[in-house]
């Protein structure tokens, strides 16, 4: 029985639920960046996933980070704030798109995978050391 083949799948979906919870917490930071580095509020980032399925004698398999991309596909919420120094001629300011609810949610949901893949990588860490103490 193989368990190393198991565990670096498993540490590939660590490593994957890693970055997840990194780009989590950067949308939270920028919670309220009204101007980017392009001059344009803050845009949320979303992490995709890939499955990685090789031949048989690889020893890649299982998930990993595809990539990272702004989500373009909603806008932040027009703020009446005159006072703001990023206001237009109306006194609206456009917020990020970043909903903490959301954010919260995915964090929530990237750490309990996060926990799950961890506590495979134990339980076959453990079955491999009983296996090893079965010939003595």
Same mark, same amino acid.
């Given at each position: 029985?193989?368990?190393?083949?198991?565990?670096?799948?498993?540490?590939?979906?660590?490593?994957?639920?890693?970055?997840?919870?990194?780009?989590?917490?950067?949308?939270?930071?920028?919670?309220?960046?009204?101007?980017?580095?392009?001059?344009?509020?803050?845009?949320?980032?979303?992490? *995709?996933?890939?499955?990685?399925?090789?031949?048989?004698? &690889?020893?890649? @398999?299982?998930? $990993?980070?595809?990539? /990272? %991309?702004?989500?373009?596909?909603?806008?932040?919420?027009?703020?009446?704030?005159?006072?703001?120094?990023?206001?237009?001629?109306?006194?609206?300011?456009?917020?990020?798109?970043?909903?903490?609810?959301?954010?919260?949610?995915?964090?929530? *949901?990237?750490?309990?995978?996060?926990?799950?893949?961890? &506590?495979?990588? @134990?339980?076959? $860490?453990?079955?491999? /050391? %009983?296996?090893?103490?079965?010939?003595?």
């Amino acid at each position: 029985m193989n368990f190393i083949s198991g565990i670096q799948a498993t540490a590939g979906a660590l490593n994957a639920e890693q970055v997840r919870m990194d780009i989590v917490a950067q949308n939270l930071a920028n919670a309220h960046t009204t101007k980017d580095t392009d001059g344009n509020p803050y845009k949320r980032r979303v992490v *995709s996933f890939e499955t990685v399925m090789t031949g048989a004698g &690889s020893a890649e @398999k299982g998930v $990993r980070v595809s990539g /990272v %991309k702004p989500d373009d596909l909603t806008q932040g919420d027009l703020v009446y704030n005159p006072g703001h120094p990023h206001a237009n001629g109306q006194g609206m300011v456009q917020m990020p798109n970043v909903r903490l609810a959301v954010e919260m949610v995915d964090l929530m *949901s990237a750490s309990r995978a996060y926990e799950a893949n961890l &506590s495979v990588a @134990k339980n076959a $860490r453990m079955m491999a /050391v %009983k296996a090893l103490s079965i010939g003595r």
